[in-house]
C-alpha cells in the first residue's frame, strides 16, 4: 500500500471519528446509558425526596427517571465548605431539575456541567462599580445560575422543597428556571420561543410583570414571592416554581401566565395534583 493511500485511508478514518464525535457520541452514549435499569434504591429516593413525582402518570414517571439517569452520568457535583454530596443529595437535586424539562428535550441541560452544594446559605462577595465609585458587599445566597454551565445550592433550602409539595418556595427549580433562560444568550426572562408563542409570552409576562411591581409601589402584598419584580429574569424563575409548587393558585390567579408556562413546559400540573398517587 502506497504512502499516499496510507494518508488517505487514515485522514478519512480521523474525519469519521471526528464527525461521530461532534455528531452521534452523545446521542449513542446517552442510548447506552438508558440501556441499564434504573434502581430500585434510586426510585425509592425519588419517591421521598421529590413529591410531585408521585403524582406522575406512569409514562412521565419512567421520563423523569429516564432524565435523572442522565443528568447523574453527565453532571459533576461538588461539596463546598466541607459538605458531602451523596446520592440522597444528588437525586434530589437532579429529581427537581429534571421536571423542568419532563417534556421538554433533555438537549435544554446539556450547557449545564457542574452543580455545588453548599450546606447551608453562603456568603458571596460582590463589587459594584458606580462611575468612579466601587463599592463591596457581602451577599448571602441560597442559590445561583450562571451561563457558564454552573449551578450552586444551599443544601438547607434543597431539603425544604424536598419535603414540602405545595412550599411557596423552591430553590433548585428557581436556579435550573435560570439556566433554561440562559440557552438564547442572556436571562432576560424569555427563554427561546417562536412565532405566536413568542408573542402570546411577551405580551403576557409583561403584563404580569408590570402588575406585581406596582402592586408593591403601592403596598400591595401579592400572593406572588415579590422577589419576582426584582427583574424579568427572577420573575420567570419564581413563576417556574409556582408553575409546580402551587399551579392551582397560579392558574386561578392569573390563568393567561399559567397558559404560557403550560405551553413552554408542555405540562400542566393542576391535572398531577388532582390525580391520586401512582406507585
Not at 441541560?109 to 456568603?123: C, E, N, T
Not at 444568550?185 to 409570552?201: K, V
Not at 424579568?232 to 392551582?248: I, K
Request: net charge negative; proline share 5%.
Amino acid at each position: 500500500m502506497s504512502a499516499a493511500l496510507v494518508f488517505a485511508v487514515v485522514a478519512v478514518a480521523l474525519i469519521a471519528a471526528a464527525v461521530f464525535f461532534l455528531f452521534f457520541y452523545r446521542t449513542w452514549r446517552r442510548e447506552r446509558e438508558l440501556k441499564e435499569p434504573f434502581p430500585k434504591i434510586w426510585r425509592r429516593q425519588l419517591e421521598s425526596r421529590v413529591p410531585l413525582y408521585r403524582k406522575l402518570p406512569g409514562h412521565l414517571k419512567q421520563a423523569l427517571e429516564q432524565r435523572v439517569q442522565l443528568f447523574l452520568a453527565e453532571k459533576d457535583f461538588y461539596g463546598c465548605d466541607g459538605f458531602d454530596v451523596d446520592d440522597t443529595v444528588k437525586l434530589t437535586i437532579a429529581g427537581h431539575a429534571c421536571l423542568l424539562v419532563l417534556a421538554r428535550s433533555y438537549s435544554d441541560f446539556d450547557d449545564i456541567r457542574s452543580i455545588l452544594v453548599y450546606p447551608d446559605a453562603y456568603r458571596v462577595r460582590h463589587i459594584e462599580s458606580d462611575g468612579m465609585v466601587v463599592s463591596e458587599s457581602n451577599e448571602i445566597r441560597a442559590g445561583e445560575a450562571s451561563s457558564r454551565g454552573q449551578v450552586v445550592l444551599a443544601w438547607k433550602e434543597c431539603e425544604q422543597a424536598a419535603g414540602n409539595l405545595h412550599s411557596s418556595h423552591n430553590v433548585i427549580l428557581h436556579e435550573f428556571a435560570h439556566q433554561l433562560d440562559y440557552l438564547d444568550g442572556t436571562a432576560d426572562g424569555a427563554p427561546p420561543l417562536g412565532g405566536e408563542q413568542a408573542r402570546h409570552w411577551q405580551h403576557t409576562m409583561t403584563e404580569a410583570y408590570q402588575d406585581l411591581r406596582h402592586s408593591l409601589e403601592h403596598h400591595h402584598k401579592p400572593w406572588l414571592d415579590p422577589y419576582g419584580a426584582t427583574e424579568p429574569a427572577e420573575f420567570f424563575a419564581v413563576l417556574t416554581e409556582a408553575f409546580f409548587q402551587q399551579p392551582d393558585h397560579l392558574k386561578k390567579e392569573q390563568p393567561e401566565v399559567y397558559m404560557a408556562l403550560r405551553g413552554y413546559y408542555r405540562l400542566d400540573p393542576v391535572n398531577f395534583l388532582e390525580q391520586p398517587e401512582t406507585r
